[in-house]
């Protein structure tokens, strides 16, 4: 097998459709399917020119645009690996990664020569191509296409975690794995050939291109979503009348946000998928306000594993809302018939890569038991690069790799998956579990506001809140939720650098 047989294919099935709208707001660029093969193709010529081939790992410093993608492609042609890493993270992260994974090549766009330089790392890797340089667009002609067969467990891409706790791991997905993940994607977002899809994620492009959907890359900064320039976005939007996308709440909120204080609505969009960080009932509503004709959805899962469940707007009854304020958790919805789930008695931090199976099923909890949450799956995967991580987030048993989530949740009695936050957050309050994100999502339903924090302190837990809300009745919510050692309210709750979605705990700690 080998990934871009899928792509190949629709190259044959609609070679004039457009595969993908990207570039300058006003000046975008239509590439069709047949235009994208070739280009690909190409492009695997040049770099098998340059030695680059079967087991090469190849570092791809190329924003979201179609080069990314042909490039790519081109890499899994010719049975290479490619080699994801985050830039933003720092000269120690990007050291870090190059020193685990060993890169052969480096393919890049002009500015990543910059970063080349400055990181002794990058410098030593042997082979460099730049596009504008060694690869030009226009310069590339219509080429047959040809793909190495390779086995499903062949590594297709290797992306690191952050590292922001330790050393960064390499996650390792083969074209088994990926072709699974987009076939359970297929089924959880829907995915329908001619379709025209705003993608501000890189697996959804991806995916998209194997469904035969055409992806309109919008022309924003994506690596900063919270930050992105609406305004302009929301007229680029209007030009393009994507009927779906997927993104993470804080870019929704953003148009949203913008369309809103225009007066406006976005009618032609059919489907909105939205995940990456807590995704309230509040958001959603408001999401709806401005998507008025689509099905509102929320995915849930990492990038070990995805979808693990999705549950739409619609699907959550008024009892749900109040199991929410009640501090019962979020709902996250009906996992994925993909996906194998269980609940284990929490064990988070012990190392449990390698259980007997009946040591497995005597942590296995029933429905209403709150535990660690551990998925296992084709799309699932399996390990990491060097087994760095394995013992941390794995576990083999009953003849299957089981992935630990690191979330606590638990199913309900109708089967649906409902979170609790992090295993790791959880404290006691006289002799109680509390899990401080279950305590966030019942203030942001009671309080209707975009987000609340919870920090352990004393005793007991602060909740903070914004301070338009410092004169709201208190009483009530502690009436269901156990009461906070203290309450504060601060203009604005410290959320991180990147997405502006999740919060920085450990700024919030200072703050309170």
Request: aromatic share 8%.
């Amino acid at each position: 097998m080998n990934l871009v047989t899928l792509l190949d294919t629709q190259a044959g099935t609609r070679p004039e459709q457009t595969a993908i709208i990207d570039g300058k707001s006003g000046h975008e660029r239509s590439i069709s399917f047949r235009r994208f093969q070739s280009l690909s193709a190409a492009i695997a010529e040049r770099m098998a020119r340059e030695g680059i081939g079967t087991g090469s790992r190849v570092l791809i410093l190329i924003p979201m645009r179609a080069e990314l993608y042909a490039t790519l492609s081109a890499i899994w042609r010719l049975g290479a690996t490619a080699l994801f890493l985050d830039p933003s993270a720092g000269l120690k992260h990007v050291a870090r990664c190059c020193e685990s994974a060993k890169a052969d090549a480096l393919v890049g766009v002009p500015k990543a020569r910059i970063l080349a330089w400055i990181s002794r790392p990058l410098r030593k890797i042997p082979r460099k191509l730049y596009w504008g340089s060694a690869l030009k667009w226009d310069a590339i002609p219509n080429r047959p296409a040809k793909a190495l067969p390779v086995p499903p467990t062949h590594p297709a891409i290797l992306t690191f975690t952050s590292g922001s706790t330790g050393q960064p791991k390499g996650a390792i997905r083969t074209h088994g794995v990926l072709k699974a993940q987009y076939e359970a994607l297929q089924t959880a977002i829907a995915l329908e050939a001619g379709e025209v899809d705003m993608a501000t994620m890189p697996v959804i492009a991806l995916v998209n291109l194997a469904a035969g959907l055409t992806t309109f890359i919008p022309d924003v900064n994506l690596a900063r979503p919270g930050f992105i320039k609406a305004i302009s976005l929301l007229g680029q939007v209007e030009r393009i009348k994507p009927n779906r996308s997927g993104a993470s709440p804080a870019f929704f909120l953003r148009l949203c946000e913008e369309a809103q204080r225009q007066g406006k609505a976005l009618p032609f969009f059919d489907k909105i998928y939205t995940g990456g960080a807590p995704v309230f009932p509040r958001s959603l509503r408001n999401y709806q306000k401005t998507f008025t004709r689509a099905s509102i959805n929320v995915l849930y899962g990492s990038t070990e594993a995805e979808p693990i469940s999705h549950i739409s707007l619609r699907e959550i009854a008024a009892r749900d809302l109040e199991a929410m304020k009640n501090g019962e958790g979020l709902l996250v919805g009906t996992v994925s018939q993909e996906t194998e789930l269980r609940i284990l008695r929490d064990s988070w931090g012990q190392n449990l890569l390698h259980l007997k199976d009946s040591a497995f099923d005597e942590l296995t909890l029933g429905n209403k038991e709150t535990g660690e949450i551990v998925v296992s799956g084709n799309h699932v995967v399996p390990g990491y690069l060097d087994g760095q991580g394995d013992a941390e987030n794995k576990i083999h048993a009953r003849g299957k790799i089981w992935h630990r989530t690191g979330d606590a949740g638990y199913i309900d009695a109708q089967g649906r998956l409902w979170l609790l936050g992090r295993c790791s957050a959880k404290f006691q309050i006289e002799g109680k579990t509390i899990y401080p994100f279950a305590i966030e999502c019942a203030a942001v339903e009671h309080f209707d506001v975009s987000i609340a924090g919870c920090v352990e302190s004393g005793n007991g837990y602060t909740l903070v809140l914004p301070a338009a809300k410092k004169d709201a009745d208190l009483s009530t919510f502690y009436s269901r939720i156990p009461s906070a050692r203290e309450t504060r309210f601060l203009k604005a709750i410290p959320l991180d650098k990147r997405h502006n979605a999740k919060i920085n705990y450990a700024a919030l700690k200072k703050r309170v």
